[in-house]
């Protein structure tokens, strides 16, 4: 049966959007943010910091956490809170969601390399292998974010300045963009909405363990 020229039209238009619509890239995933691990005792804060994706302890169920199983005794006592876990993630030229790198396993002090997948905006898959053959996963779930980049990233910061912010080690505060206000960490809504204490890690690229790497 012959269709009108209107109809003809309107198929034509709709084909040409469909083909448009297929040929257009997909937006890179974003795993930067807080994430609750499976068990539920910790959050890791993920930010890019200098080109790779590092994660540290953001929040803990029971404070006061020591990394007591560190086979390198200057570091038994160091807190976990602020603790460097996941470790310079690069990303794989696949055009993945998919980061390679290290974890560090607070639980016996190890470092196993591992890989990291955003599988959607809300949930990270985590894995590490032992020399490529034992290997063991975690799915963790998104609380906050994605967040804004770094200024320590910005090569266009004076060596003054990035000095001045690597002096304050974790305790500066999150970063913020001109005309925006930075997005809500758990320990910031805490902070304006609870009365808790105000987030306590803040950027954690300028951690002394993730700056001394990433400069």
Excluded at 70 to 79: F, H, V
């Amino acid at each position: 049966m012959l269709q009108s020229p209107r109809s003809a039209k309107r198929i034509l238009a709709c084909c040409g959007f469909l083909l448009a619509a297929s040929m257009t890239p997909a937006l890179a995933g974003d795993p930067t943010g807080d994430w609750r691990v499976e068990d539920g005792v910790a959050h890791i804060r993920v930010a890019a910091c200098h080109g790779s994706m590092w994660g540290a302890v953001a929040w803990e169920k029971i404070p006061g956490g020591r990394d007591k199983n560190n086979p390198d005794a200057t570091k038994k006592s160091r807190p976990t809170l602020g603790m460097p876990i996941l470790l310079d993630m690069k990303k794989k030229k696949d055009g993945t969601d998919q980061w390679e790198g290290q974890i560090y396993n607070a639980k016996d002090g190890k470092l196993y390399d591992s890989t990291m997948t955003l599988s959607n905006p809300n949930e990270l898959e985590i894995e590490g292998c032992v020399l490529g053959i034992l290997c063991g996963g975690q799915t963790w779930k998104r609380v906050s974010g994605p967040i804004l980049s770094s200024p320590t990233n910005s090569t266009a910061a004076s060596p003054a300045a990035k000095s001045a912010s690597t002096a304050k080690g974790h305790q500066h505060a999150p970063p913020k963009s001109a005309g925006k206000a930075p997005p809500k960490t758990v320990g910031q809504k805490g902070a304006a909405e609870t009365g808790e204490a105000a987030d306590p890690v803040g950027d954690i690229c300028l951690i002394p363990d993730i700056a001394r790497t990433t400069h």
